[in-house]
């Protein structure tokens, strides 16, 4: 009868501890993997949001709506979403950024952006356009090959700024207008903005 009894407690403790570490120690892989999913579904459905507007409204730069499947874009990877660190420069600065039509346009260099992405350390020069958002243009080794020769861009505004610091989703990356429509003007992305690494995720050619 005892035995019985010892065995029934051990077998209820076992239980107890699967149960405990099921809630606990294996909390955080089971939130990761939530978390994953509801990301890739919010990148998809913003991909889809943008290939709707290209696809129907005036304002698109592709010329061929009816034959337009969608733009072309590297997997989904969370691994390249980083939290970067923002040095606000201490007074406005100005800096003159070439257009793709040959003229230049002035916007107010806001900051450095460092931060690490696939084990490189990277900084980058953040701007501020004439409407008060935080522009991030950039360009690295896909550029002129797989993605864009002036460059792709990602887009803030002041208050996702928290603490000094912003987070910089690669994945949500974007090609100019011009990358589709020649008869658009885009930025170029400036020389110090230069990552020597292949940042395979966002928009593509």
């Keep these: 009868m005892f035995k019985n ?70 997997e989904i990877n969370p691994n390249f979403k980083v939290i970067g660190k923002l040095d606000k ?38 701007f501020k356009t004439p409407e008060g958002n935080l522009f991030l243009p950039f360009k690295d080794l896909t550029s002129n090959k797989e993605t864009y020769g002036a460059g792709r861009y990602l887009d803030f505004g002041v208050d996702d700024v928290k603490n000094n610091q912003i987070e910089i989703d690669f994945n949500k990356a974007y090609q100019p207008y011009c990358a589709y429509n020649e008869t658009f003007t885009c930025p170029i992305t400036p020389t110090e903005n230069f990552l020597n690494l292949a940042l395979k995720v966002g928009e593509r050619q």
């Design 89 to 126: 420069f201490a007074s406005d600065q100005t800096i003159n950024i070439s257009m793709t039509g040959g003229t230049t346009e002035e916007y107010e260099a806001y900051g450095n952006v460092t931060f690490e992405v696939a084990g490189v350390k990277c900084s980058l020069k953040i």
């Design 5 to 74: 009894k010892f065995f029934l407690l051990l077998v209820l403790a076992v239980n107890v501890a699967i149960i405990l570490y099921s809630l606990t120690g294996n909390e955080t892989t089971k939130n990761y993997t939530v978390a994953t999913d509801d990301y890739l579904t919010a990148i998809q459905g913003l991909r889809k949001q943008k290939d709707d507007f290209l696809k129907t409204d005036k304002e698109s730069p592709i010329k061929d709506k009816a034959k337009f499947k969608g733009l072309k874009y590297f």
